[in-house]
């Protein structure tokens, strides 16, 4: 091996040990159930959400008549994901977010405006903001 490819071995394996651990998407996978949530810095009632359940495969999502498709971005921190919607209220639209994932509890911070990605999990007053912290179904 040359030098140069040496030295850049460290470097490679340094860079290697940093990187956040990824997110697998079937660790998403499942039935989720909305336990609190805020819109704008206030309190948004659950009970709004009629029953529905976010439902995510591997790379798809269901909520409450809305369907679509989610990337994974980063495993952050804060992990990221970009919502995709296909039929439904969201239709066209691509939503930004970011997620964590604490065992059998799932919080997600939604941009719903054009502002940028949200950055910590909480919500401005007046801001187009949506927080939703989900419990997994059994």
């Known amino acids: ?4 490819r040496l030295l850049g071995l460290p470097v490679a394996v340094a860079l290697t040990a940093c990187a956040p651990t990824p997110i697998a998407p ?19 009632p659950v009970a709004s959400f009629g029953g529905a359940t976010l439902r995510l495969t591997a790379d798809t999502y269901e909520f409450a008549g809305d369907k679509g498709t989610y990337a994974l971005l980063s495993s952050g921190p804060p992990a990221s994901m970009d919502i995709r919607g296909r039929e439904g209220p969201n239709a066209g639209r691509t939503i930004q977010t970011i997620f964590r994932l604490a065992g059998d509890s799932l919080t997600v911070c939604y941009q719903l405006g054009p ?24």
């Open 1 to 4: 091996m040359t030098r140069r």
């Open 26 to 44: 079937l660790t998403l996978a499942g039935e989720w159930a909305p336990v609190s949530a805020e819109l704008g810095g206030r309190a948004f």
């Open 115 to 138: 502002g940028e990605r949200p950055s910590d999990f909480a919500t401005a007053r007046g801001s187009q903001v949506l927080l939703i912290r989900y419990q997994r179904v059994p």
